[in-house]
T-cell receptor, first 117, second 115 residues
Framework: GAVVSQHPSWVICKSGTSVKIECRSL??????MFWYRQFPKQSLMLMAT?????????EQGVEKDKFLINHASLTLSTLTVTSAHPEDSSFYIC?????????????FGPGTRLTVL | AQTVTQSQPEMSVQEAETVTLSCTYD???????LFWYKQPPSRQMILVIR??????QNATENRFSVNFQKAAKSFSLKISDSQLGDAAMYFC????????????FGKGTKLTVNP
């Protein structure tokens, strides 16, 4: 149980284009999902908290107009990197909080590697 | 603000031996959760073990166990009978609880397992 998927796992795009990354909780409902960015050999950096049916909460320094987050259902959140530039190249990871269980645990997707040319 | 400190950037262990990874945290809360996550080269974050602060008993999951010292704000991970597949980055994380509360991660410890 508690599986989170991400799609795509790897994407290459041209500078100036937009890329959408999907995060799905496959076997549980998640009213809250989180989006992280991870640079090589570093820890995870929280970008934003996504709540179903409401606006995402962005961490300080994260451009909300560049990183659009939509949490349309209890099992799906999307991150859209708009007008991507090479500096946006990174590894993006989502996580989902399992509400139904009593463990209050976040489960992570496998991540998406974004390369902007 | 809560902080999590992992003082060992890298550790190594011989296969079949035991290794302990350190983690300390700072919080003024009395109820919270602590986690160890493993990130192998595939970069998939995998939950290793969790501990509720109100529980005095240390959590155990097969070869993985923790030494939770609440007063000292210490949460170390012990890996027994280390296997090659245990090689990974290990992240300690703190969670206060609540719907939108976020995980606070340490910087990680890279564990190498030598055959």
């Amino acid at each position: 149980g508690a599986v989170v998927s991400q799609h795509p796992s790897w994407v290459i795009c041209k500078s100036g284009t937009s890329v959408k990354i999907e995060c799905r909780s496959l076997d549980f409902q998640a009213t809250t999902m989180f989006w992280y960015r991870q640079f090589p050999k570093q820890s995870l950096m929280l970008m934003a908290t996504s709540n179903e049916g409401s606006k995402a909460t962005y961490e300080q320094g994260v451009e909300k107009d560049k990183f659009l987050i939509n949490h349309a259902s209890l099992t799906l959140s999307t991150l859209t990197v708009t007008s991507a530039h090479p500096e946006d190249s990174s590894f993006y990871i989502c996580s989902a909080r399992d509400l139904a269980g009593t463990t209050d645990t976040q489960y992570f997707g496998p991540g998406t590697r974004l390369t902007v040319l | 603000a809560q902080t999590v400190t992992q003082s060992q950037p890298e550790m190594s262990v011989q296969e079949a031996e035991t290794v302990t990874l350190s983690c300390t945290y700072d919080t003024s809360e009395s109820d919270y959760y602590l986690f160890w996550y493993k990130q192998p080269p595939s970069r998939q974050m995998i939950l290793v073990i969790r501990q509720e602060a109100y529980k005095q008993q240390n959590a155990t999951e097969n070869r993985f166990s923790v030494n939770f010292q609440k007063a000292a704000k210490s949460f170390s991970l012990k890996i027994s009978d280390s296997q090659l597949g245990d090689a990974a980055m290990y992240f300690c994380a703190y969670f206060r609880g609540g719907g939108s509360e976020k995980l606070v991660f340490g910087k990680g410890t890279k564990l190498t397992v030598n055959p």
